[in-house]
């Protein structure tokens, strides 16, 4: 495997349901990153982790739960959800570099695709 | 606060014909600047990025962005469309020590054969 990898990549659950979303990046990276991605809109940030501290939290309900067990693993951890919550959700990595400024680049997986009954 | 605007939502261009997607951001600090690519079920894909320096900045794929300060500007240019370029565009503003990417909604480009 290469790059960033996402499973599953389609998934549809009823809003009792709990499941779980995985990534692995196989770049060396010590960032990881879920996005959302609904129609018409902008892409969101959920949550970000660098060196598997969680850094950012961006106002995401409760019923998303994430955990990053080590710098090449993120999961999203999934419970009652609503049907607004029916998205592409995108995981991404890059290498931070504590202590210095800047940004670089994310490498983004191919998404797992939700949908909320 | 940053933000991205891509004014275009949709651009339709004939195959071989030349293409430019704009792109204008809002950032206090000197800006990181990409361009993403979409295809249909597929995650973003890298096209290029300016950090620093020369501020036109060549990617894959024949695509060449050049950045001006002065418009707050970034846009994506290709001489020559190939139909296997249909996909969703995103350019995103980035910097500093936070972590946040700020992307545009999009361009949604069409290539007629």
């Known amino acids: 495997e290469t790059g960033v990898t996402q499973t599953p990549r389609h998934l549809v659950m009823g809003m009792t349901n709990k499941k779980s979303l995985k990534c692995e990046q196989h770049?060396?990276?010590?960032?990881m990153y879920w996005y959302k991605q609904s129609a018409k809109k902008p892409l969101e940030l959920m949550f970000v982790?660098?060196?598997?501290?969680?850094?950012e939290n961006n106002s995401v309900p409760s019923r998303f739960s994430p955990e990053c067990p080590n710098s090449s693993h993120l999961f999203l951890h999934l419970h009652t959800l609503q049907p607004e919550d029916s998205a592409l959700y995108l995981c991404?990595?890059?290498?931070?570099?504590?202590?210095?400024?800047?940004?670089?680049?994310?490498?983004f997986g191919p998404g797992t695709r939700l949908t909320v009954l | 606060a940053q933000s991205v605007t891509q004014p275009d939502i949709h651009i339709t261009v004939s195959e071989g014909a030349s293409l430019e997607l704009r792109c204008n951001y809002s950032?206090?600090?000197?800006?990181?600047l990409f361009w993403y690519v979409q295809s249909p079920g597929q995650g973003l894909q890298l096209l290029l990025k300016?950090?620093?320096?020369?501020?036109l900045v060549q990617g894959i794929k024949g695509f060449e962005a050049e950045f001006k300060r002065s418009q707050s500007s970034f846009n994506l240019r290709k001489p020559s469309v190939h139909w296997s370029d249909a996909a969703e565009y995103f350019c995103?503003?980035?910097?500093?020590?936070?972590?946040?990417?700020?992307f545009g909604k999009g361009t949604l480009l069409t290539v007629n054969p």
């Open positions: 770049l060396g990276h010590n960032a």
């Open positions: 995103a503003v980035g910097g500093g020590s936070n972590y946040k990417l700020t």
């Open positions: 991404a990595s890059s290498q931070d570099h504590p202590g210095t400024s800047g940004i670089d680049t994310q490498y």
């Open positions: 950032y206090g600090a000197t800006p990181y």
């Open positions: 982790y660098s060196l598997e501290e969680r850094v």
């Open positions: 300016y950090f620093s320096g020369d501020t």
